[in-house]
């Protein structure tokens, strides 16, 4: 399984970032990314066993549960990746918090971590024909709300993301829901 931890947004901010991965599409070429697929990773796990799931699902349980509001209020894109972004001029504490707790975590749960510095941000567009004016744009405010460790499906239909467990942000104590990872959907309360 291909795992990653993401800020999953409500359907309202995903209908917005969607709109703007749309539009951004159509000024630069390239595909948007699926209204589905809209989210940002805070730690990236990797190819990961089953038997890893218990440790990363305990980790994410763990996690503060503060909620915060994400300013995505720059446009870039990484010439490397292949890719066109938005992401905030200033990361807010409680999301750094989040990605030092989590990459901990990882790690204790013996996966490698990335070394690159963390610069958080929404993919909108992936292979890009011309760069975006990179810059200042008008501010989308995403009230963050969910946590996920999510599962990387790749599909004739190209990748789908999907749930293996989350919890809610800004809640003491949050309801989890999640997906077997053998693909069978699963629901409970924690």
């Given at each position: 399984?291909?795992?990653?931890?993401?800020l999953?947004?409500?359907?309202?901010?995903?209908?917005?970032?969607?709109?703007?991965?749309?539009?951004?599409?159509?000024?630069?070429?390239?595909r948007?990314?699926?209204?589905?697929?809209?989210?940002?990773t805070?730690?990236?796990?990797?190819?990961?066993?089953?038997?890893?799931l218990?440790?990363?699902?305990a980790?994410?349980?763990?996690?503060p549960?503060?909620?915060?509001?994400?300013?995505?209020?720059?446009?870039?894109?990484?010439?490397a990746?292949?890719?066109?972004?938005l992401a905030?001029?200033v990361?807010?504490?409680?999301?750094?918090?989040?990605?030092?707790?989590?990459?901990?975590?990882?790690?204790a749960?013996?996966?490698?971590?990335?070394?690159?510095?963390?610069?958080?941000?929404?993919?909108?567009?992936?292979?890009?024909l011309?760069?975006?004016r990179?810059?200042?744009?008008?501010?989308i405010?995403?009230h963050?709300?969910?946590?996920a460790?999510m599962?990387?499906?790749?599909?004739p239909?190209?990748?789908?993301?999907?749930?293996?467990?989350?919890?809610?942000?800004?809640?003491?104590?949050?309801?989890v829901?999640?997906?077997?990872?053998?693909g069978g959907?699963?629901?409970?309360?924690?």
């Amino acid at each position: 399984m291909r795992l990653f931890y993401a800020l999953v947004p409500d359907d309202a901010v995903r209908a917005t970032l969607a709109g703007a991965a749309t539009a951004l599409a159509g000024d630069v070429g390239g595909r948007a990314i699926p209204a589905a697929n809209v989210h940002a990773t805070v730690v990236f796990v990797g190819n990961a066993a089953e038997a890893s799931l218990p440790c990363l699902r305990a980790a994410l349980q763990a996690m503060p549960r503060t909620a915060f509001t994400l300013s995505l209020d720059r446009i870039g894109a990484w010439r490397a990746a292949r890719v066109a972004w938005l992401a905030p001029s200033v990361v807010p504490p409680a999301l750094a918090t989040l990605h030092d707790r989590l990459d901990a975590a990882v790690a204790a749960c013996g996966r490698p971590t990335e070394t690159r510095p963390f610069r958080p941000h929404v993919t909108l567009v992936r292979r890009p024909l011309r760069p975006p004016r990179e810059g200042a744009v008008a501010p989308i405010a995403w009230h963050v709300r969910r946590l996920a460790l999510m599962r990387s499906d790749g599909t004739p239909d190209g990748v789908r993301y999907r749930e293996v467990d989350a919890v809610a942000l800004g809640e003491a104590a949050s309801s989890v829901s999640g997906e077997d990872p053998s693909g069978g959907d699963a629901a409970r309360r924690r």
